[in-house]
């Protein structure tokens, strides 16, 4: 299995060497997980024995901010709306929302 990642360009803001490099580990963890991954193993072979071929690109984009300064003891609500389709893609990658925060 061959995964390439699309890297475009986008506005960038500078970061030092670390963060670089932490990135670097996140995106290398995640093409790791998708490559090891027996689900989409599994899937491309069925695809394969469906009478076809199959090539996945990932584009990974990784946003970056720095932290905002925040006063000790404030906090601001936030919210994230996600579509069902969201919920489903979070899952498949194991990762869990609690519904109620």
Known sequence: MAIRTDWRS??????DDDAKEIVREIGSAINESVEK????????????????EMELTLRLEIGL???????EGETEDATLDLTEEDLQVLQRM????????
């Not at 986008?10 to 970061?15: G, L, R, S, V």
């Not at 991954?37 to 076809?52: D, F, M, N, Q």
């Not at 194991?94 to 925060?101: A, G, S, T």
Request: aromatic residues 2%.
């Open 94 to 101: 194991k990762i869990r929302i609690d519904p109620e925060l």
């Open 37 to 52: 991954s027996t689900k989409v193993a599994e899937a491309i072979e069925r695809l394969r024995e469906a009478g076809y």
């Open 10 to 15: 986008i506005p960038t803001m500078e970061i």
């Open 65 to 71: 901010r720095p932290h905002a300064e925040e006063e």
